[in-house]
C-alpha cells in the first residue's frame, strides 16, 4: 500500500517536471562578458523574462575559451547533466567544431535546443571604392588577385577568411592566390578598410548598418538567400548578382548530453513560443540579428548538416579536419 | 648566485620555447613572415639575455632570512590552495579558509584571525553576489541545499 | 568651436546626477584602492570592471567610473607614500623620497595639501591638452595602417631602454618574459595554436587581468608579509594642514614643468605614471642647483612626481581613445572594458561615439576637481583607512583579486595561473627586476609582431612599407632619439664633468 502511494507520489512528480520549468536557470556565454555569445545569452534571458516563461531571472555566466571549446568540453565532461543550463553557440564554434577544434567530442555529444537568430556574411569596401558592385570586384580578381587585399576579424581557416577565399573562389580564383590580412576583431578590420589600408572586407551585415549611414562604406552584396529586410532591404544579395555564395551565421543554444527528456522538451516548446513572440522579435532586431527560427529536432538536422557543410569547406580549403 | 640560477632556467625555457616553436606552420598562409618567426625570435634574445644573466658581476641579490622565506612560501601554498578551492567549496567557505591562516601570518591573534575569515567570507559573499550582481561560486555542498 | 559644443555635451553627459554620483564614488574608492598597499590602478581597474559590467551600467558611466577610479589612485598613492613611506601604488614611488621626510618632520600636512593641489594641477593641464589634442590625433589616426602601429610600439619600448637606464639587462629580461608570454594563444594571423600545449584554457592565450593580478596584487602581498614587522604605524597629522605662501612659490614652477612633462610622458604608449615621477623628479633635482634639500624633504620633491603621475594618467588615455593602443597598464583594462561593451576603441570612436569620448574627458576635469576638494579637508577621513590592520586587510585583497579574475573568465584554472604568475612575480621582484617592461612587453608583444606580419602581407614582403609614410618617419626617427638621447647626454655630462674638474 505505502509502496503503491509512493509509485503514485513518485509518478506526478515527474508528470509535473514534465511540464514545469527548471527551477534554476543558466546560461553560459562561452566567452569573455561582452560580444556576440554574451548578446546571446542576453537574448535568451530577455526572452525567457518578458515571456513569463520563468519565474526567478536566468543567470549568464562566462566560460571562455577556443570560441565555445572549453564550454562544450565542460558541459560534456563535466555537467552533462544540468536541465536548468543552457550554452550558446555559433557559426564560428560549429566551424571549428566541424575541424577538430573542440577536442575530441563531436557535434552528436550534445542536444541542440534552439535557434536564436541569424546573422549574415557582407562584403565591403570604401565609399569611395572603384567597385561599385560585386561584379566589379570579381572582374578585378580575375584580372589580378595580388592587387586586391582582403581584410577581416578572423584568422586564417576562421569564418571571415571563409568568406573572402569564397568570394575569391566565385572570381574563379584559387583561395591560395588571394591575398587576405587578419585583424583582430571586426572593429579593427572595418577601421583598416576605412583607412584605405585593405581594400576589401568580408564582415558581417549586422555591424555595416551605422557605418552606410555615416556615408563611410559601401556594401557590394550580402551572402544570404534572400534579401534582409529593414535597413539592408536595398542591398542586393550575392545570389542576385550572379554569384553562388551564401553565409549564414547562426546563433543558438544547447544542453548537455544528459539533460532529461522532460527538461529538452520543455526548453524546445519554450523557444517555439518564445522565437514566435512578437516581443522577442523587438529583443533581436535590437541587438541586429535578423529572423531565423529553428529548434529541437529539425535545428539538430540543420547543425548537423551545416557542420558536415563546414568539414567538407575546410577539406577543400586545405584545413584537414583533425 | 640566484641570478645564475634564474639564468639556466631561463636559458632552459628558452631552449624548450626554440624546440617547441620550431614546429610551427600554418597550413595555409598568405604571409611572408609565419607564424613562427617572432617566438623563435623572442626565445632567441631571452636566451642570449639568460647568458648575460649568468655572466653578470651585479651585487647578489639579498633573499630574506630563511625563517621569513618559509612563511612567504608557506602564504603562497595558501593561495594556491584557495585558487583550487574556490570553485568546489564555493566562495564563502574557501574564502574563510584561506583569510584564517593568512590572518596568523599577519600578525592577527586566533580570534581575531577567526573574525577575519567568517567575516569576510559572508560579508564579501553578500556584496559581490547579491549586491553587485557578479555570480560567485557556491560550491557542491550548497547546491543540494538550495535545490 | 566645434571642440567646444562637443565639450559642452560631454559635460551634459557627465554632469548628469547619476555620472556624477558615479564620479563621486568612484574617486573616492579610488583614493582608498590607491592608499593602500598591494592594490592600484591597474587592478583596482581590473577588479571593479566585471562589476560595473554586472550592474548594468551604460557604457559612458562605466567608464566615467573606471576613469574616476584612475584619477583617485594617483591621488591616493601619495598619502601612504606620505605617511607609511610606503608608495600606495608604482606612480608614488617618488613621492616617498621627500614625503616621507617632510611627515617626520612635522609637516605631514603641508606634505599632503601641496601634493594634492600638484595632483590636480597635473589632472587639470593633462585633461586641457586632451582636449586640444586628442581630436586631431583622431583625424591622423585612420592614417595609422599595420606600418605605423608597428613603429608605434617600437616607440614605446624605445622609451623604456632609454629610460630604465642602469640595470637594462633585467628590463630586457623582463621585456622579452613579457613578450613571451603574449605568444601563448591562437595566432591572430594564422590562427595556429602556439604554445598552448593541447589545453583549451589556453587557446585563448593568458587574459591580461589574470597576468595582472598575479604580478601586482599576489607578489605584492607576499612582498608586504616579507617586510611585515609588526604593521607600520603611519605617522600623525599635526600641525598646519595646508602649505603656507612660502612653500607654494618654491613648488609652482617645479608643478607646472612636471604636469607638462608628465602629460606628454604619458601620451606615449607604454611610458606610464611611474616613468613620468621618476623623470619629473630628477630633472627638477637638477634645476634646483645647489640651493635643495632633495631627498631630506623639499616641497618641491613631492610636488613633481605628483603632478607628474597625474598628468601622464591622464596623457596615456590618448593613445587608448584615438588610436586603441594603451598608454598604460591601466587603460590596457579599460580597453577591456570598452570591448566588453563592443566598443573598439580606435580612430572611428571620436566620430561614431561622441557621447562616450566627450564624457569620459568632460569627467576628468570633473573627477580632479572633486578630488582635489575630497582630499584636503578629508584627508584624516582617508588617514583611517591606513589604520585597517593587515590581518583583515591582506586576506581581504586576496579574496577581491580572486573575484576580479573569476569574474570575468570563471574558471579556477585563470586563478591557478594568476597565482603561480603572483610566486613567479615574487622571485623577480625580489631579484630586482623591473616590473613595467614586463607588463609593457606583454601588452604590446602581441600588437607588435600582428601589425608587422599585416603589414608585410598588405606589401606582399616588401620591408620599406615600414618607413613609407610620414608618420611612420617620424616615429621611427622618435625611437632613434629616445634610444641615443639620454645616452648621449650622459656622455656629455660626463665630459663637461671631466673637463670641469681639469
Same mark, same amino acid.
Given at each position: 500500500?505505502?509502496?503503491?502511494?509512493?509509485?503514485?507520489?513518485?509518478?506526478?512528480?515527474?508528470?509535473?517536471?514534465?511540464?514545469?520549468?527548471?527551477?534554476?536557470?543558466?546560461?553560459?556565454?562561452?566567452?569573455?562578458?561582452?560580444?556576440?555569445?554574451?548578446?546571446?545569452?542576453?537574448?535568451?534571458?530577455?526572452?525567457?523574462?518578458?515571456?513569463?516563461?520563468?519565474?526567478?531571472?536566468?543567470?549568464?555566466?562566462?566560460?571562455?575559451?577556443?570560441?565555445?571549446?572549453?564550454?562544450?568540453?565542460?558541459?560534456?565532461?563535466?555537467?552533462?547533466?544540468?536541465?536548468?543550463?543552457?550554452?550558446?553557440?555559433?557559426?564560428?564554434?560549429?566551424?571549428?567544431?566541424?575541424?577538430?577544434?573542440?577536442?575530441?567530442?563531436?557535434?552528436?555529444?550534445?542536444?541542440?535546443?534552439?535557434?536564436?537568430?541569424?546573422?549574415?556574411?557582407?562584403?565591403?569596401?570604401?565609399? +569611395?571604392?572603384?567597385?561599385?558592385?560585386?561584379?566589379?570586384?570579381?572582374?578585378?580578381?580575375?584580372?589580378?588577385?595580388?592587387?586586391?587585399?582582403?581584410?577581416?576579424?578572423?584568422?586564417?581557416?576562421?569564418?571571415?577568411?571563409?568568406?573572402?577565399?569564397?568570394?575569391?573562389?566565385?572570381?574563379?580564383? +584559387?583561395?591560395?592566390?588571394?591575398?587576405?590580412?587578419?585583424?583582430?576583431?571586426?572593429?579593427?578590420?572595418?577601421?583598416?578598410?576605412?583607412?584605405?589600408?585593405?581594400?576589401?572586407?568580408?564582415?558581417?551585415?549586422?555591424?555595416?548598418?551605422?557605418?552606410?549611414?555615416?556615408?563611410?562604406?559601401?556594401?557590394?552584396?550580402?551572402?544570404?538567400?534572400?534579401?534582409?529586410?529593414?535597413?539592408?532591404?536595398?542591398?542586393?544579395?550575392?545570389?542576385?548578382?550572379?554569384?553562388?555564395?551564401?553565409?549564414?551565421?547562426?546563433?543558438?543554444?544547447?544542453?548537455?548530453?544528459?539533460?532529461?527528456?522532460? +527538461?529538452?522538451?520543455?526548453?524546445?516548446?519554450?523557444?517555439?513560443?518564445?522565437?514566435?513572440?512578437?516581443?522577442?522579435?523587438?529583443?533581436?532586431?535590437?541587438?541586429?540579428?535578423?529572423?531565423?527560427?529553428?529548434?529541437?529536432?529539425?535545428?539538430?538536422?540543420?547543425?548537423?548538416?551545416?557542420?558536415?557543410?563546414?568539414?567538407?569547406?575546410?577539406?577543400?580549403?586545405?584545413?584537414?579536419?583533425? | 648566485?640566484?641570478?645564475?640560477?634564474?639564468?639556466?632556467?631561463?636559458?632552459?625555457?628558452?631552449?624548450?620555447?626554440?624546440?617547441?616553436?620550431?614546429?610551427?606552420?600554418?597550413?595555409?598562409?598568405?604571409?611572408?613572415?609565419?607564424?613562427?618567426?617572432?617566438?623563435?625570435?623572442?626565445?632567441?634574445?631571452?636566451?642570449?639575455?639568460?647568458?648575460?644573466?649568468?655572466?653578470?658581476?651585479?651585487?647578489?641579490?639579498?633573499?630574506?632570512?630563511?625563517?621569513?622565506?618559509?612563511?612567504?612560501?608557506?602564504?603562497?601554498?595558501?593561495?594556491?590552495?584557495?585558487?583550487?578551492?574556490?570553485?568546489?567549496?564555493?566562495?564563502?567557505?574557501?574564502?574563510?579558509?584561506?583569510?584564517?591562516?593568512?590572518?596568523?601570518?599577519?600578525?592577527?591573534?586566533?580570534?581575531?584571525?577567526?573574525?577575519?575569515?567568517?567575516?569576510?567570507?559572508?560579508?564579501?559573499?553578500?556584496?559581490?553576489?547579491?549586491?553587485?550582481?557578479?555570480?560567485?561560486?557556491?560550491?557542491?555542498?550548497?547546491?543540494?541545499?538550495?535545490? | 568651436?566645434?571642440?567646444?559644443?562637443?565639450?559642452?555635451?560631454?559635460?551634459?553627459?557627465?554632469?548628469?546626477?547619476?555620472?556624477?554620483?558615479?564620479?563621486?564614488?568612484?574617486?573616492?574608492?579610488?583614493?582608498?584602492?590607491?592608499?593602500?598597499?598591494?592594490?592600484?590602478?591597474?587592478?583596482?581597474?581590473?577588479?571593479?570592471?566585471?562589476?560595473?559590467?554586472?550592474?548594468?551600467?551604460?557604457?559612458?558611466?562605466?567608464?566615467?567610473?573606471?576613469?574616476?577610479?584612475?584619477?583617485?589612485?594617483?591621488?591616493?598613492?601619495?598619502?601612504?607614500?606620505?605617511?607609511?613611506?610606503?608608495?600606495?601604488?608604482?606612480?608614488?614611488?617618488?613621492?616617498?623620497?621627500?614625503?616621507?621626510?617632510?611627515?617626520?618632520?612635522?609637516?605631514?600636512?603641508?606634505?599632503?595639501?601641496?601634493?594634492?593641489?600638484?595632483?590636480?594641477?597635473?589632472?587639470?593641464?593633462?585633461?586641457?591638452?586632451?582636449?586640444?589634442?586628442?581630436?586631431?590625433?583622431?583625424?591622423?589616426?585612420?592614417?595609422?595602417?599595420?606600418?605605423?602601429?608597428?613603429?608605434?610600439?617600437?616607440?614605446?619600448?624605445?622609451?623604456?631602454?632609454?629610460?630604465?637606464?642602469?640595470?637594462?639587462?633585467?628590463?630586457?629580461?623582463?621585456?622579452?618574459?613579457?613578450?613571451?608570454?603574449?605568444?601563448?594563444?591562437?595566432?591572430?594571423?594564422?590562427?595556429?595554436?602556439?604554445?598552448?600545449?593541447?589545453?583549451?584554457?589556453?587557446?585563448?592565450?593568458?587574459?591580461?587581468?589574470?597576468?595582472?593580478?598575479?604580478?601586482?596584487?599576489?607578489?605584492?602581498?607576499?612582498?608586504?608579509?616579507?617586510?611585515?614587522?609588526?604593521?607600520?604605524?603611519?605617522?600623525?597629522?599635526?600641525?598646519?594642514?595646508?602649505?603656507?605662501?612660502?612653500?607654494?612659490?618654491?613648488?609652482?614652477?617645479?608643478?607646472?614643468?612636471?604636469?607638462?612633462?608628465?602629460?606628454?610622458?604619458?601620451?606615449?604608449?607604454?611610458?606610464?605614471?611611474?616613468?613620468?615621477?621618476?623623470?619629473?623628479?630628477?630633472?627638477?633635482?637638477?634645476?634646483?642647483?645647489?640651493?635643495?634639500?632633495?631627498?631630506?624633504?623639499?616641497?618641491?620633491?613631492?610636488?613633481?612626481?605628483?603632478?607628474?603621475?597625474?598628468?601622464?594618467?591622464?596623457?596615456?588615455?590618448?593613445?587608448?581613445?584615438?588610436?586603441?593602443?594603451?598608454?598604460?597598464?591601466?587603460?590596457?583594462?579599460?580597453?577591456?572594458?570598452?570591448?566588453?561593451?563592443?566598443?573598439?576603441?580606435?580612430?572611428?570612436?571620436?566620430?561614431?561615439?561622441?557621447?562616450?569620448?566627450?564624457?569620459?574627458?568632460?569627467?576628468?576635469?570633473?573627477?580632479?576637481?572633486?578630488?582635489?576638494?575630497?582630499?584636503?579637508?578629508?584627508?584624516?577621513?582617508?588617514?583611517?583607512?591606513?589604520?585597517?590592520?593587515?590581518?583583515?586587510?591582506?586576506?581581504?585583497?586576496?579574496?577581491?583579486?580572486?573575484?576580479?579574475?573569476?569574474?570575468?573568465?570563471?574558471?579556477?584554472?585563470?586563478?591557478?595561473?594568476?597565482?603561480?604568475?603572483?610566486?613567479?612575480?615574487?622571485?623577480?621582484?625580489?631579484?630586482?627586476?623591473?616590473?613595467?617592461?614586463?607588463?609593457?612587453?606583454?601588452?604590446?608583444?602581441?600588437?607588435?609582431?600582428?601589425?608587422?606580419?599585416?603589414?608585410?602581407?598588405?606589401?606582399?614582403?616588401?620591408?620599406?612599407?615600414?618607413?613609407?609614410?610620414?608618420?611612420?618617419?617620424?616615429?621611427?626617427?622618435?625611437?632613434?632619439?629616445?634610444?641615443?638621447?639620454?645616452?648621449?647626454?650622459?656622455?656629455?655630462?660626463?665630459?663637461?664633468?671631466?673637463?670641469?674638474?681639469?
Amino acid at each position: 500500500m505505502i509502496k503503491k502511494t509512493l509509485f503514485a507520489l513518485a509518478a506526478t512528480v515527474a508528470v509535473s517536471a514534465a511540464q514545469a520549468a527548471p527551477e534554476k536557470t543558466e546560461c553560459i556565454a562561452p566567452a569573455k562578458p561582452g560580444g556576440g555569445f554574451d548578446l546571446t545569452c542576453k537574448l535568451a534571458q530577455g526572452g525567457l523574462q518578458n515571456g513569463k516563461f520563468i519565474d526567478s531571472p536566468m543567470r549568464i555566466t562566462y566560460m571562455p575559451g577556443g570560441i565555445g571549446a572549453v564550454a562544450y568540453n565542460t558541459v560534456i565532461a563535466q555537467r552533462p547533466d544540468e536541465g536548468g543550463t543552457i550554452v550558446a553557440f555559433s557559426g564560428g564554434s560549429l566551424l571549428n567544431l566541424a575541424i577538430g577544434k573542440f577536442g575530441r567530442y563531436t557535434v552528436n555529444d550534445v542536444k541542440w535546443v534552439g535557434s536564436a537568430g541569424a546573422d549574415y556574411g557582407a562584403i565591403i569596401v570604401r565609399a +569611395d571604392s572603384p567597385y561599385k558592385s560585386l561584379k566589379d570586384l570579381m572582374t578585378a580578381l580575375k584580372a589580378d588577385p595580388t592587387k586586391v587585399v582582403f581584410g577581416a576579424g578572423g584568422s586564417v581557416g576562421s569564418q571571415d577568411w571563409m568568406k573572402s577565399a569564397l568570394v575569391a573562389k566565385a572570381a574563379g580564383v +584559387d583561395y591560395k592566390g588571394m591575398r587576405y590580412v587578419a585583424f583582430e576583431g571586426g572593429g579593427e578590420a572595418m577601421t583598416a578598410l576605412q583607412g584605405g589600408h585593405v581594400q576589401v572586407y568580408s564582415g558581417d551585415a549586422s555591424e555595416v548598418a551605422a557605418q552606410i549611414k555615416g556615408g563611410r562604406v559601401r556594401v557590394l552584396g550580402i551572402l544570404s538567400d534572400v534579401r534582409l529586410p529593414g535597413e539592408l532591404h536595398d542591398i542586393p544579395t550575392a545570389k542576385e548578382q550572379g554569384y553562388d555564395v551564401e553565409w549564414p551565421i547562426i546563433r543558438g543554444y544547447y544542453v548537455g548530453p544528459k539533460v532529461s527528456d522532460a +527538461d529538452y522538451k520543455w526548453w524546445v516548446g519554450t523557444f517555439d513560443k518564445m522565437l514566435a513572440s512578437p516581443d522577442y522579435a523587438k529583443l533581436r532586431d535590437a541587438q541586429g540579428l535578423f529572423p531565423f527560427n529553428m529548434t529541437g529536432a529539425k535545428l539538430d538536422a540543420y547543425v548537423k548538416q551545416r557542420v558536415k557543410d563546414y568539414a567538407d569547406l575546410a577539406r577543400e580549403f586545405g584545413m584537414a579536419a583533425q | 648566485m640566484s641570478e645564475r640560477i634564474f639564468g639556466i632556467f631561463l636559458l632552459l625555457v628558452s631552449a624548450a620555447g626554440i624546440y617547441i616553436g620550431w614546429d610551427l606552420k600554418a597550413p595555409i598562409s598568405y604571409e611572408p613572415v609565419g607564424p613562427r618567426a617572432f617566438p623563435l625570435l623572442v626565445f632567441t634574445l631571452l636566451g642570449i639575455c639568460s647568458l648575460g644573466l649568468m655572466l653578470s658581476k651585479r651585487p647578489a641579490t639579498e633573499w630574506a632570512p630563511s625563517p621569513v622565506l618559509m612563511r612567504v612560501g608557506g602564504m603562497f601554498l595558501v593561495v594556491l590552495a584557495y585558487a583550487l578551492l574556490f570553485d568546489k567549496l564555493g566562495f564563502v567557505i574557501s574564502t574563510a579558509l584561506m583569510s584564517v591562516p593568512l590572518a596568523r601570518l599577519f600578525g592577527g591573534n586566533w580570534k581575531q584571525s577567526l573574525i577575519a575569515g567568517a567575516g569576510l567570507g559572508v560579508v564579501l559573499f553578500l556584496l559581490f553576489d547579491k549586491l553587485l550582481d557578479v555570480v560567485l561560486p557556491t560550491g557542491f555542498w550548497l547546491k543540494p541545499l538550495l535545490g | 568651436m566645434e571642440i567646444i559644443s562637443h565639450l559642452l555635451d560631454g559635460f551634459a553627459v557627465a554632469g548628469s546626477p547619476t555620472n556624477l554620483m558615479i564620479c563621486l564614488i568612484g574617486a573616492f574608492l579610488g583614493t582608498v584602492i590607491g592608499m593602500l598597499p598591494g592594490l592600484g590602478p591597474i587592478n583596482g581597474v581590473a577588479i571593479l570592471l566585471p562589476i560595473a559590467y554586472a550592474m548594468k551600467l551604460p557604457p559612458e558611466s562605466a567608464l566615467i567610473l573606471l576613469a574616476a577610479v584612475y584619477s583617485g589612485c594617483e591621488f591616493g598613492g601619495r598619502i601612504s607614500a606620505i605617511l607609511i613611506n610606503v608608495p600606495g601604488d608604482a606612480g608614488a614611488v617618488m613621492t616617498t623620497l621627500d614625503g616621507y621626510p617632510m611627515a617626520r618632520k612635522g609637516l605631514a600636512g603641508p606634505a599632503l595639501s601641496i601634493s594634492a593641489v600638484a595632483s590636480f594641477s597635473g589632472a587639470i593641464i593633462a585633461t586641457l591638452g586632451i582636449v586640444a589634442l586628442a581630436p586631431i590625433l583622431a583625424n591622423w589616426a585612420l592614417a595609422f595602417g599595420p606600418a605605423e602601429y608597428f613603429a608605434l610600439m617600437v616607440l614605446a619600448l624605445s622609451c623604456l631602454g632609454g629610460l630604465v637606464g642602469d640595470s637594462l639587462l633585467k628590463a630586457m629580461v623582463g621585456v622579452l618574459i613579457g613578450l613571451m608570454i603574449s605568444c601563448v594563444g591562437i595566432d591572430a594571423n594564422s590562427g595556429v595554436y602556439r604554445y598552448t600545449f593541447d589545453l583549451l584554457h589556453l587557446s585563448d592565450g593568458i587574459p591580461f587581468i589574470v597576468v595582472v593580478i598575479g604580478l601586482f596584487a599576489v607578489s605584492e602581498l607576499m612582498l608586504m608579509l616579507q617586510s611585515h614587522h609588526g604593521g607600520a604605524q603611519a605617522v600623525e597629522v599635526t600641525g598646519r594642514t595646508m602649505f603656507n605662501m612660502k612653500e607654494f612659490m618654491l613648488a609652482r614652477w617645479t608643478i607646472l614643468r612636471s604636469s607638462v612633462v608628465g602629460f606628454f610622458v604619458g601620451v606615449l604608449p607604454g611610458a606610464g605614471a611611474s616613468i613620468a615621477s621618476a623623470m619629473t623628479y630628477s630633472m627638477e633635482r637638477r634645476m634646483a642647483g645647489k640651493d635643495h634639500c632633495f631627498g631630506d624633504g623639499d616641497v618641491r620633491g613631492v610636488a613633481a612626481p605628483e603632478a607628474a603621475n597625474n598628468a601622464s594618467a591622464y596623457g596615456s588615455l590618448i593613445p587608448m581613445l584615438t588610436l586603441g593602443v594603451p598608454g598604460s597598464g591601466t587603460t590596457a583594462v579599460m580597453i577591456g572594458a570598452l570591448t566588453l561593451y563592443n566598443i573598439t576603441p580606435g580612430p572611428t570612436l571620436f566620430q561614431d561615439q561622441p557621447v562616450i569620448v566627450w564624457g569620459l574627458i568632460a569627467s576628468l576635469a570633473i573627477s580632479s576637481v572633486l578630488l582635489v576638494l575630497m582630499n584636503i579637508p578629508l584627508v584624516k577621513v582617508f588617514v583611517k583607512f591606513l589604520q585597517i590592520p593587515n590581518w583583515v586587510l591582506v586576506p581581504g585583497v586576496a579574496a577581491v583579486s580572486m573575484v576580479g579574475v573569476y569574474a570575468v573568465h570563471g574558471t579556477t584554472f585563470d586563478l591557478i595561473v594568476g597565482t603561480l604568475l603572483g610566486g613567479f612575480g615574487y622571485l623577480l621582484r625580489v631579484m630586482n627586476f623591473p616590473m613595467a617592461p614586463f607588463i609593457l612587453g606583454f601588452v604590446l608583444g602581441d600588437m607588435m609582431e600582428q601589425n608587422l606580419r599585416r603589414a608585410l602581407s598588405i606589401s606582399n614582403g616588401e620591408v620599406s612599407i615600414l618607413f613609407s609614410s610620414p608618420i611612420s618617419i617620424g616615429l621611427w626617427v622618435a625611437a632613434i632619439a629616445m634610444l641615443v638621447g639620454p645616452r648621449l647626454a650622459k656622455a656629455f655630462e660626463a665630459r663637461r664633468n671631466r673637463l670641469a674638474q681639469a
